[in-house]
């Protein structure tokens, strides 16, 4: 949602004024605050105490607040976990799995489904998508972080906020890339023409992506494998900055998959999957509690494991070295 301040607010603290506007708790406010979801005047201001003036142009993305019902807790909803303690959890969500619930899926969310493990995490964060720091999308698979105490919580939207948290992702994209790595430095936020889909756009709040090309394909259509690596963590972002220069995720059909898709090849080809082929293989942080160095990586899903293998078995690669595949991250 977006407002222009009246001057009845004026000297307000921002948190106090998120809160008025969004209907959310004092906490709720604060942690959209703390993680970089408020923007004055298109300027990301991270300082709950700061005092806003009249006129000044507020934006809050906040997520879609489910009836005040509760969430109840569904023990059929399996979620894979890779590491657990008092505080935290790494979860390797698989594709298909929405990660809270909102619009359109009140209910079978991975959240429901670790409620019935860890109730406790019903006090964590915000009631409607509690212990929930960071997200990916329902057709992304790959590695999630999960605060089970609020002394975790608070420290993973700062860490994430000062980007502390190393998050790499594995993506197949459209077309032959030529530079070994690239940058991508473009502002995302809510589309004009569509406010359920994220745009580049001057309008939106600072996003950078990071990637390396790992291998390149001619057959049966040009195709490159990269790795991202994401400074910033907007909604959607791998998805639409590799889009936005004409290289969209395969298989992503949303932002410009399909229109990519080549005259020749068949609908019947590997290519032709029912989920974008984006993966989160890597997460490195500290721990959110007692400093210790944590890293975990996350196998490629059989689906998209097989793609490349029929790339690899159809391809001539481009150098002598490329078909061995992407040389593992240093961690």
């Known amino acids: ?98 990660v809270h619930p909102g619009a359109g899926q009140p209910a079978g969310t991975m959240i429901h489904g670790l409620l019935a493990r860890y109730p406790e995490l019903a006090a964590v964060g915000e009631p409607d998508r509690p212990g929930i720091v960071h997200r990916i999308d329902k057709d992304t698979s790959g590695l999630l972080l999960v605060a089970r105490s609020a002394a975790a919580y608070d420290a993973l939207v700062a860490m994430l906020a000062a980007h502390d948290v190393d998050r790499r992702y594995r993506a197949l994209v459209w077309g032959r890339i030529e530079a070994p790595t690239g940058e991508i430095d473009a502002p995302i936020g809510r589309s004009q023409r569509d406010r359920t889909r994220m745009a580049v756009t ?82 490195g942080l500290d721990h959110p509690v007692t400093g210790e160095p944590l890293a975990f990586d996350s196998p490629l899903p059989a689906e998209l494991r097989s793609v490349l293998d029929e790339l690899v078995a159809q391809s001539v690669p481009s150098t002598p070295d490329e078909l061995a595949g992407p040389t593992p991250w240093a961690t």
């Open 1 to 98: 949602m977006r407002e222009v301040l009246p001057p009845a607010l004026a000297g307000e603290r921002l948190d106090r004024v998120v809160a008025m506007l969004t209907g959310a708790s004092r906490s709720e406010a604060a942690a959209l605050v703390d993680r970089g979801a408020v923007t004055l005047d298109h300027e990301v201001v991270t300082t709950r105490s700061h005092r806003v003036a009249a006129g000044a142009e507020v934006e809050v993305e906040a997520p879609e607040r489910t009836a005040d019902v509760g969430l109840v807790p569904d023990p059929s909803v399996v979620v894979p976990l890779v590491y657990e303690d008092a505080d935290l959890l790494v979860v390797d969500k698989p594709a298909g799995l929405v």
């Open 202 to 283: 001057m309008r939106g709040r600072e996003a950078i992506t990071r990637y390396e090309v790992l291998r390149r394909f001619d057959v049966p259509a040009p195709v490159t494998e990269i790795a991202c690596t994401l400074a910033t963590g907007r909604t959607h972002q791998i998805r639409v900055h590799m889009a936005s220069i004409g290289h969209a995720v395969v298989g992503d059909d949303r932002y410009g998959g399909w229109r990519q898709w080549p005259a020749h090849l068949s609908r019947q080809s590997t290519l032709a999957l029912h989920r974008h082929w984006l993966h989160a293989e890597h997460l």
